[in-house]
């Protein structure tokens, strides 16, 4: 798989997977078939650059129901609208990042004081458990930068009630090294098999279901010896609370008039995602991938990342004709500005997680001053109000979605 981070090999992949998209999706995405040529035509493999803002899911979507119905494409529109959900779901309960972010602390401080810890983790972030399609998956994972949805799902299930490793350190296992690291995601995932999202529903798994599901594998069917046959849930003290934020409204041309620069970050890298009402007079990237982890970020990771804002920079300065710069960690972004004569920032959203973690501090001086325009993208906004709880809330409204956004002739 050609991972290059940049905007035409997403779209070339888009179109690669296009004819797929419909019923044989709907049939065979469950089919984690390994990472050689070809292997992986079931599935899009486009999660790396919706993540990166190389690419959106409104032109995803476009272009899948230009070619399926919307009934043969139903599946993989619900997938796309679950990277939304999640999304949203962040967005009213960020304090389920930030509580994440202090069990993470808490379990890597944990197992600095137990050598027992550390030999677990390290065997099974090495793949060295024994436990075969578990050790395949963490070696694929480091080499990658990418796991099949079910891989995810069985991997995060052995982590937690087979392995019993605190479901944290699993998720920033996962964070360090996935090409789609996603706040939302990612820890709603694994809060979901461990039982946490949906509470009292965990998700087990089982050798027969994996091997089923990798018997085109090169290395399979996959075995997976001495798996947890029962175990609880995991459960937690705290309740989160949901309140949705007040949404910044949609930013028009006359917001735009005066001349302005773009910021492009680690989610809203590339300038054609975000339909602009009008053209910077500077582009600036802002790259932070080590705020994913206080551990080391993945090579794989770190190099689509960085990519992907180079790239993005690259382009948007061909595009508007207008210099970039790149704006460093610990550097006050307002002498940027000002060097270069713009008085405003338009900031595509800061979803919750490590993309606002790193970016919003260092951007609250200019927002308070009224500087800010910050971009959101019409069919998250519609979305997210629908958020609120399980999946379902979101998937019936997805036909008047998709309706109401204009997307597939709606
Ligand atoms: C434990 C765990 C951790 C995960 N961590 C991440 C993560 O950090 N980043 C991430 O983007 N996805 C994550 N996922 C969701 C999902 O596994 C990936 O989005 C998907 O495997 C990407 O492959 P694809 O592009 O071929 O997906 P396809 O099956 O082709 O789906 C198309 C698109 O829909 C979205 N999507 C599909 N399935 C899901 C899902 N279950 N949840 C959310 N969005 C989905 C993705 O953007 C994907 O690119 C995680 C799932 C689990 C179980």
């Known amino acids: 798989m050609d991972w290059s981070p940049n905007r035409a090999r997403g779209l070339a992949r888009l179109a690669e997977f296009l004819p797929a998209a419909g019923r044989r999706y709907a049939d065979e995405r469950n089919h984690d078939n390994g990472p050689a040529d070809g292997g992986r035509s079931n599935v899009s493999q486009l999660s790396p650059w919706l993540h990166a803002g190389l690419m959106g899911e409104t032109e995803v979507l476009e272009a899948v129901l230009a070619r399926h119905s919307p009934h043969a494409a139903e599946k ?26 202090a069990g993470r602390d808490a379990a890597l401080a944990a197992m600095e004081r137990n050598s027992g810890l550390r030999t677990a983790y ?19 994972l480091v080499e990658t930068g990418y796991l099949h949805n079910h891989a995810r799902m069985w991997f995060a299930s ?78 937690e003290p705290t309740e989160y609370s949901r309140r949705l934020p007040d949404l910044p409204p949609p930013v028009t041309a006359a917001d735009l008039a005066q001349p302005f620069a773009l910021l492009l970050h680690d989610e809203a890298a590339h300038h054609a995602a975000l339909a602009l009402p009008a053209a910077p007079a500077l582009v600036i990237g802002a790259s932070r991938p080590e705020a994913r ?16 804002i180079a790239g993005g920079l690259a382009e948007a300065e061909e595009a508007f004709g207008c210099p970039s710069i790149e704006w460093r ?19 595509p959203y800061l979803p919750a997680g490590w ?37 379902f809330g979101v998937a019936k409204q997805i036909d008047a979605l998709l309706g109401g956004c204009g997307i597939g002739g709606g």
Do not use: M
């Open 76 to 101: 993989f529109i619900a997938e796309v609208f679950w990277r939304i959900y999640f999304k949203g779901y962040l967005e009213q309960r960020p304090a389920i990042w930030a509580g994440y972010c």
């Open 355 to 391: 993309t606002r973690d790193a970016l919003a501090p260092g951007l609250s001086d200019l927002a308070e001053q009224g500087r800010v325009s910050t971009l959101l993208n019409p069919l998250h906004r519609a979305t997210w109000p629908h958020a609120k709880a399980g999946f």
């Open 158 to 235: 052995i982590w937690i009630f087979t392995l019993k490793l605190d479901w944290q350190l699993g998720a920033d296992f996962f964070l360090r090294h996935l090409l789609d690291g996603d706040a939302a995601s990612n820890t709603l995932s694994w809060r979901w098999v461990a039982g946490l999202h949906t509470k009292g529903k965990h998700y087990l798994a089982r050798p027969n279901n994996i091997a089923r599901y990798t018997a085109g594998h090169p290395q399979g069917p996959l075995s997976a010896e001495g798996l947890a046959g029962d175990a609880e849930p995991l459960s």
């Open 293 to 308: 982890s206080p551990g080391t970020i993945g090579t794989p990771a770190a190099r689509f990342t960085a990519g992907a």
């Open 329 to 347: 960690e610990g550097e006050p972004i307002e002498p940027l500005l000002a060097a270069a004569g713009v008085d405003r920032l338009a900031v």
């Open 122 to 140: 390290a065997e099974a972030t090495e793949g060295r458990t024994g436990i075969t399609a578990f050790d395949v998956w963490a070696k694929e």
